[in-house]
């Protein structure tokens, strides 16, 4: 079976007590899992040659990386010195544009920041049998580089279109969905 993630490979600095080091992430989570999982794993994301290491290295497990050039890469600093994570972004990249033909059987949106729109979605929507959605990268905001969350307002349009919605501990106060999962099925 085939899987596409769509959404940015993330390069982020992380920084606890004991040491600071950079590390690959967001969408390479997910295609990591489908592949150990026995899927043709596929990654759709925006970046630059700051990725290029890592890109070899997924492509070297079996993950195709279809990747759209851009000035920047996606990046966060993911602060861990007190007791709760404090989020940075460092940098973003443009919209990922979905431009296959190719149907996959499962596509997993993934966003980590401003990446995806509702155009993506419904493009995925027609070539694919089963479409999930990680709600986290939807509702971050960003009030100067401090990142927090945002209400997802524009939810029961994304919720029209897909399969599967995964929604973080941190994220359940920013995404009301039960009335409008009732309201989605109505219509």
């Known amino acids: ?34 592949l150990r999982l026995g899927y043709r794993s596929n990654i759709l994301t925006r970046g630059n040659y700051l990725l290029n290491d890592w890109i070899g290295f997924l492509e070297k497990q079996g993950i195709r990386v279809f990747l759209q050039t851009d000035s920047n890469i996606t990046s966060f600093i993911n602060d861990y010195l ?72 524009e939810r029961e349009e994304y919720l029209r279109n897909i399969d599967f919605l995964k929604v973080g501990k941190n994220e359940t106060r920013l995404v009301p969905i039960l009335g409008t999962i009732r309201e989605c099925v109505k219509n």
């Not at 992430?25 to 899992?33: K, L």
């Not at 979605?121 to 945002?150: P, Y």
Request: hydrophobic share 40%; aromatic share 10%.
């Open 82 to 153: 007190n007791d709760e994570r404090e989020q940075i972004l460092l940098e973003h990249t443009d919209k990922i544009i979905y431009d296959f033909s190719k149907k996959f059987d499962i596509i997993h949106i993934n966003p980590m920041y401003q990446e995806i729109d509702i155009g993506i979605i419904k493009e995925a929507r027609k070539n694919c049998k089963m479409l999930s959605l990680d709600v986290q990268g939807l509702v971050r905001n960003v009030n100067g580089t401090r990142v927090g969350g945002r209400f997802w307002h």
């Open 1 to 34: 079976m085939s899987f596409l993630v769509i959404g940015n490979i993330t390069r982020d600095l992380l920084k606890t007590k004991d040491r600071e080091s950079y590390f690959f992430g967001g969408a390479s989570y997910a295609a990591i899992t489908a």
